[in-house]
């Protein structure tokens, strides 16, 4: 019996290896990518290398996938409790997606300065776009934990950081920079259905058909009738249903196949034999839907959509060259949708004025301003103020006291739509960012930064650039910030307004 | 590079017995022994191997002078040698703040260096070495390849046991490996793997979140969890850690000594240190109370000897003053129990009066031993003194968060070491059994239940260091 267990210790340690060899490797382990494995020789030369080779290994075989899968399942079913890197369990099943909460800021000014940043940055991206007769639209959908906070347990408070606290900032600051904002979990009142309902997945991170319909109609009331009061929406659940539903979060970050039931509506709004007047959410022209997966929920998008709708899942890197495809076709509507952990962090880049969507947008207004805005030939060069004794601006020429020198230029007070015009010589390509009146009406040098200026390229020699202002901007002052060094001086620098007939 | 990692028990552990079983001639052996060893500390240390071997080469040419010309300097002199690399690298930060050094001075930069992992460990056994020659206790050996082999032998050399030459000798010269000696082996192995990965680990996430709340957030429950998480998580990661060493060591055909002997089934003090780090407790017996006299002085002495052995200890596990309380600590109850209390000494050693003598003292040393700083023994005792006090019974979210239902249950079976009676410790017990014809299937079943077991906790969890690596 003693050289059986021998054999068999030895077969045990030699079993992830042989996994490895006899069955196929992982490409990921649920939403985790194996890690690149490359440079083994040079690694095995370091303190780390045995780890960095055991973890290429192992990370690829089944046995440790497996192993993954039986430890959660012993967690999950037998405890009922599951605490991992992405998962925590709180009360009466509720299953919470870490992230939501470990990415909230508990350092309440910084917090504000990013929702400042991220709210300036997406307005001036709507404010852009409108110029060019495009309309932009950002909807939240919410963390779970905003709309079922009743299965937070102590355990999960103790990665809440500071998520409650912040919930109502975030509310209050972007809905005071974004006029078309859609905050989906103003839909999604608990009173409204019975208790035993949820507009949340028990064991997914997102929301079942219920939240999904609130959600749908509340962007179709918001589309089609503006941004006023809510009304209440139209959903009977009364004699709802269930479905079981695989769940695709513990199913990716437990490895385990859970089925859960969640609500079936009755009747099925997004039925057409229901009521055909219902759907599609109705919008003038065509539309640019770039979402996450919270949109992607529904796999008939045509019935909610119309198919005049184009619907982009922005989380497939792969389908980014597609959005811009999109955006260069100018369709009348753009709704961008994000999830609420991460909509700070998309509205104050990709999808704001300092993103890759944006270049479209602003070359849209370029080109437009080019070819319609109109000035006064008489005019003088509008007299740029230098900010803070940064530059000098004298015989329409620009220099700097110190790098990137600001100036400060008033807008006329002149109606309808402003055009400005922008000459100058450059000795080389260089950027000049535009810098807009601060939205909360602070006039220190930090307010004009957040989020609410945009760059627009200048090439070497002369440059001729005109830009449609976004709308609401006379007696205002804008700044203008040339990014040059001390020593660089930008020649026959003039500055025109002008307005489109 | 830990032993309860995958990237050891899946792909060191099968190479290293492979070359270990392929190398049956004795020279290739030692060179495999000796090559799978430097590997590993490599792996575990880095460029700080040379401590390693500087420790092997001094020691070893101690060794041969000491036996030639018996002098007292020379002795005297390779001892020190040994103890630098251990002093400098342990205890020099902890002098220079003590008296003030600033540490973003030159001199503080430089005394801030990373410990080679396990030098109090293979210091120690180079001196024993040394001084057993000295003794006449052994022969040194001749064979730097063998001698090397012994001082690095990787199942002992980052965390114990401290194992004296003389212990493990014949086995080095001999291959004494059998079927059954392997087997015993593979039951330790998987013994120590489940009392690291499923009761240590559990407790010690338990402990930490306890022990890293700030002082003002300790509270009377917080200290009776985190102290009785980390009683129980220092004990099962650490004679966890001596059952793997002992299994491997019999894998490879050497016999290590015991270093747990069911510490927490004591009675006294006294013989908590008879049960606790037993290879330790001997060592500084026999190389330092001994040579100050033993019980052979008088008792001014003798109280003194006793304090400055305890005093070693405390500082022998870190550069703090919470180690040096704790050795004090335990001193004081040595002192008390033999001299002090005398005929009492004896009721107290009832087996029933352990639960408010031996196991209380025990657990609040822990207390000492476990904190940060002087600041948090305060904190954890001034809380410990007010189960009355206002939010007594307040436990924050993270200690809460940490103390999941698994780890509860871990926990749990944890602390029945403390009510444990037997003859000897589970995982002796387990392998004697092995020679019991019918008490055989129990050991054989709890193998396989164990391989299954910490296959799936090694293959799913993240590296997780063992507690006594850090001295």
């Given at each position: 019996m003693n050289k059986f267990i021998i054999i068999i210790f030895l077969v045990w340690l030699a079993s992830p290896i042989s996994a490895l060899l006899i069955f196929d490797r992982n490409k990921s382990i649920g939403f985790n990518r194996v890690k690149d494995f490359d440079k083994v020789s040079e690694k095995l030369l370091t303190t780390n290398g045995v780890k960095y080779l055991s973890d290429g290994l192992f990370e690829r075989s089944k046995a440790t996938s497996l192993s993954i899968k039986l430890k959660n399942g012993v967690l999950f079913y037998l405890f009922s409790h599951v605490d991992t890197d992405k998962l925590i369990s709180g009360d009466d099943g509720w299953l919470y997606y870490k992230p939501q909460f470990m990415l909230s800021d508990c350092d309440a000014e910084h917090y504000k300065r990013q929702l400042q940043v991220a709210g300036n940055s997406a307005a001036l991206f709507a404010q852009i776009a409108d110029t060019v007769d495009i309309k932009v639209v950002y909807s939240v959908s919410p963390n779970k934990a905003r709309v079922h906070p009743e299965g937070i347990s102590k355990s999960v408070l103790a990665y809440a950081n500071c998520h409650t606290e912040n919930e109502p900032l975030f509310d209050t600051y972007l809905k005071n920079r974004i006029p078309s904002l859609v905050l989906h979990h103003e839909a999604m009142q608990r009173d409204d259905i019975p208790s035993d309902n949820y507009y949340f997945f028990k064991n997914n991170t997102h929301w079942n058909i219920l939240g999904y319909s609130k959600a749908m109609l509340q962007l179709k009331e918001k589309l089609e009738t503006g941004f006023l009061e809510q009304n209440n929406s139209i959903l009977d659940i009364s004699d709802s249903l269930y479905e079981l539903r695989n769940q695709a979060t513990t199913k990716n970050m437990l490895l385990l196949e859970v089925l859960e039931k969640g609500p079936v509506l009755k009747p099925d709004i997004f039925s057409p034999e229901v009521d055909s007047n219902l759907w599609p959410i109705e919008f003038e022209g065509n539309a640019l839907v770039v979402h996450d997966s919270f949109y992607a929920f529904y796999k008939n998008t045509d019935l909610v959509f119309g198919d005049k709708a184009k619907l982009i899942n922005n989380?497939?890197?792969?389908?980014r060259a597609l959005i811009i495809g999109e955006i260069e076709k100018k369709p009348n509507l753009v709704v961008f949708n994000s999830v609420e952990r991460f909509a700070i962090n998309r509205f104050a880049t990709e999808w704001g004025a300092r993103g890759a969507y944006f270049k479209n947008i602003l070359k849209m207004n370029l080109d437009k301003a080019k070819k319609e805005c109109v000035y006064d030939e008489n005019q003088a060069s509008v007299n740029l103020i230098p900010f803070n004794k940064q530059g000098i601006y004298n015989n329409e020429t620009v220099s700097g006291l110190k790098d990137n020198p600001r100036f400060a230029l008033n807008i006329p007070k002149t109606m309808n739509t402003t055009c400005l015009n922008l000459t100058l010589h450059s000795p080389r390509p260089t950027t000049i960012d535009i810098l807009f009146t601060p939205l909360s009406g602070q006039v220190d040098v930090v307010s004009y930064e957040l989020g609410r200026f945009l760059s627009i390229p200048v090439q070497r020699g002369s440059n001729s650039i005109d830009l449609i202002l976004p709308k609401g901007l006379e007696s205002n002052q804008i700044h203008i910030r040339p990014t040059i060094q001390t020593t660089e001086t930008l020649k026959e620098f003039k500055i025109l307004f002008g307005r489109l007939p | 590079m830990v032993f309860s990692d995958r990237s050891f028990v899946f792909l060191f552990l099968p190479i290293a017995l492979a070359a270990i079983f392929l190398c049956t001639k004795v020279r290739l052996r030692y060179l495999s022994i000796l090559t799978l060893s430097v590997l590993f500390y490599f792996y575990s240390a880095g460029e700080l191997i040379w401590v390693l071997g500087f420790c092997v080469i001094l020691s070893y040419i101690a060794g041969i002078l000491v036996e030639r010309f018996k002098a007292p300097l020379i002795l005297g002199g390779s001892i020190i040698g040994l103890m630098v690399p251990l002093f400098f690298y342990k205890y020099s930060l902890f002098f220079a703040a003590s008296v003030g050094v600033p540490l973003d001075s030159t001199a503080g930069k430089f005394m801030n260096v990373a410990l080679p992992a396990g030098i109090s460990f293979f210091t120690f056994q180079a001196v024993s070495y040394v001084m057993d020659v000295y003794r006449g206790e052994l022969k040194a050996d001749r064979n730097l390849m063998r001698y090397s082999a012994y001082l690095s032998f990787f199942p002992q050399l980052i965390a114990g046991p401290i194992v004296r030459y003389k212990e493990v000798s014949e086995d080095f010269e001999k291959n004494n490996q059998s079927i059954d000696r392997f087997t015993s082996g593979i039951l330790r192995f998987v013994h120590g793997l489940l009392k690291k990965l499923i009761v240590a680990d559990s407790a010690g996430r338990i402990a930490d979140a306890c022990f890293n709340l700030g002082n003002d957030e300790i509270s009377f429950a917080v200290v009776i969890l985190g102290s009785i998480a980390y009683t129980v998580q220092i004990y099962f990661d650490f004679s966890g850690y001596s059952d793997m060493a002992i299994g491997l060591g019999k894998m490879f055909g050497i016999k290590f000594p015991e270093n747990f002997n069911s510490p927490y089934e004591s009675r006294s003090i006294t013989e908590f240190w008879r049960r606790w780090h037993i290879t330790l407790s001997n060592w500084f017996r026999d190389y330092l109370y001994i040579p100050l006299g033993g019980n052979r002085v008088d008792k001014a002495r003798l109280y003194s000897n006793l304090l400055i052995v305890f005093l070693a200890t405390g500082v022998w596990h870190g550069a703090a003053w919470t180690f040096v309380l704790w050795g004090v600590y335990h001193g004081l109850f040595i002192l008390l129990e033999r001299?002090?209390?005398?005929?009492q000494a004896r009721r107290l050693e009832l087996a029933r009066y352990r639960y408010i003598y031996l196991l209380p003292v025990v657990i609040f040393g822990w207390i000492i031993f476990r904190s940060t700083s002087m600041d948090q023994v305060l904190a954890f005792s001034l809380a410990l003194i007010s189960p009355l006090g206002d939010g007594a019974f307040n436990i924050n979210n993270t200690v809460i968060a940490a103390s999941t239902p698994s780890a509860c249950l871990a926990l749990a079976i944890g602390c029945l070491s403390f009510f444990k009676k037997s003859a000897y410790p589970i995982g002796v017990m387990l392998e004697k059994n092995l020679e019991s014809k019918r008490l055989k299937w129990f050991s054989y079943i709890y193998i396989l239940i164990g391989l299954i077991v910490v296959a799936v906790a090694s293959l799913s969890s993240n590296f997780s260091p063992f507690l006594y690596f850090q001295f």
């Open positions: 989380n497939i890197k792969s389908q | 001299y002090i209390w005398g005929g």
